[in-house]
Each structure stands twice: as structure tokens, then as C-alpha cells.
């Protein structure tokens, strides 16, 4: 899941809309009202037939119950992450994605800018922020490496 300051970074022009609840507030509120992962599942038949299967073990003949803890989590143990939640938002972005990619010409431009854009996101960024926001570390340049 991406955080907002990753979608303000990559802007509109991102190959795909990143995904994730619009507000954390969203998130909590639905929590406090009572979360029941079982309503979203007996709405929406698309959803209920791919975790019936997955129960069912279609997509694991050999060992049926291999795929039980997911549908345990879900269904069951509250699906922590509200995965169920978020389907239908999923399945329609993804409906928008699969028409963009038709459009070789937009996805080419859009991932190109994205590919431009995500430099922000590098691992020797992240160390260094952490380094200057809360490990305060000198820095310590090696013989014949250049750190910036």
C-alpha cells in the first residue's frame, strides 16, 4: 500500500492510480462502525465466487485447505487490512489500467514519466532522511566512493 506523500510525489500524470485508502480516517471510521468483512463478501458475488474457490481449493487441487488461513483472515479473524473493503475500487482501477494499456502510446509516455518521478523513493534516500531525522550519524565517506 502507498503512502499519499508517494501519490503527491508521482502527481496525475502516474502510470496507474495508486491504490490505497484515499484517507487513514476513512479507514478507522469504518473500523468504529463496526467492520464486518462477511458483508462485503455476500454483496458482491465476483468477490464471494474467487474465496469460494479459494476455499474450495480449485486453485489447489492437490491440497485443499492450503489456502484456509487466507480465507480464515478474511472472513473470519476480521481482515485486518480490509481487503474485502477495497474490492470493488480494486476491480474497477483495475478495468482503467487494462483500457491504458491498450493505448500503447499514453502507457509508454505514463511510465516513462513514472520511471522519472521515482527516484525519490531509492533506498540511499530513505537511509539518509532516517540518518538526518533520527539516527543523526556523521556520515562516513569510504576511500574511492563518492556519497552525496
Known amino acids: 500500500m502507498c ?10 500524470s502516474a502510470l496507474l492510480r495508486l ?9 478507522q471510521e469504518l473500523r468504529r462502525a463496526g467492520y464486518d468483512p462477511n458483508v ?26 492450503l489456502f484456509q ?3 480464515d483472515a478474511l472472513l ?12 470493488e475500487a480494486y476491480v474497477k482501477e483495475q478495468e482503467k489500467v487494462e483500457k491504458l494499456y491498450r493505448d ?3 502507457w509508454n509516455r505514463k511510465a516513462i514519466i513514472n520511471v522519472a518521478k521515482v527516484g525519490k523513493f531509492s ?6 532522511d532516517y540518518n538526518d531525522e533520527i539516527w543523526q550519524s556523521e556520515q562516513v565517506n ?4 563518492a556519497i552525496s
Open 3 to 12: 503512502r499519499i506523500d508517494d501519490r503527491q510525489q508521482l502527481g496525475p
Open 19 to 27: 491504490f490505497d485508502w484515499e484517507h487513514e480516517g476513512d479507514q
Open 40 to 65: 462485503y463478501y455476500h454483496k458482491n458475488a465476483e468477490l464471494r465466487r474467487a474465496l469460494d474457490q479459494i476455499r474450495d481449493g480449485f486453485f489447489s487441487p492437490e491440497q485443499k485447505n
Open 69 to 71: 488461513p487466507i480465507i
Open 76 to 87: 473470519h479473524q476480521g481482515d485486518y487490512f480490509m481487503v474485502l473493503a477495497d474490492y
Open 104 to 106: 500503447q502510446n499514453e
Open 123 to 128: 533506498s540511499d534516500r530513505t537511509i539518509k
Open 142 to 145: 569510504l576511500p574511492g566512493e
